[in-house]
């Protein structure tokens, strides 16, 4: 899953450190928790494995704009953020002119990445008794 997050990460623009493995640990074991305490399953399924990608990239870019800005300087978010499309869902972001700043931009992927496909966490719940 590592390098899936990784490859995830150059493909949205950022250029990922060996430094960065730790953050990147950190987050997918926070989302896999997460993901774990909210559908009451002991492993990730394939089926969210996509979705899981996304949080974890999104939980990382969370802690680097919070500890460590500076990374994400030359971040490109025109190439990252513009336009999304999956399936029948278009999400497009403000670029240009009178829109959003970069910061704005940056936190509207970022809730992007962290909430696209909770629901579908329905599909995978089991019963707690």
């Not at 960065?20 to 399953?41: R, S, Y």
């Not at 978010?77 to 403000?94: H, R, V």
């Amino acid at each position: 899953m590592l390098e899936r997050i990784k490859e995830r990460l150059r493909s949205i623009g950022y250029a990922v450190k060996d430094s960065d493995d730790i953050a990147i640990n950190f987050a997918m074991q926070k989302v896999e928790n997460t993901i774990k305490n909210d559908c009451n399953i002991s492993a990730i399924p394939d089926g969210l494995m996509h979705i899981a990608i996304d949080m974890v990239v999104g939980e990382f870019l969370i802690s680097k704009k919070t500890f460590a800005p500076n990374d994400l300087l030359n971040f490109n978010l025109d190439s990252a953020i513009k336009q999304i499309q999956e399936g029948d869902t278009n999400i497009s972001f403000a670029v240009g002119e009178g829109s959003k700043t970069d910061e704005q931009r940056l936190d509207s992927f970022i809730d992007y990445l962290l909430n696209y496909g909770r629901d579908e966490f329905i599909a995978y719940r089991r019963f707690r008794w």
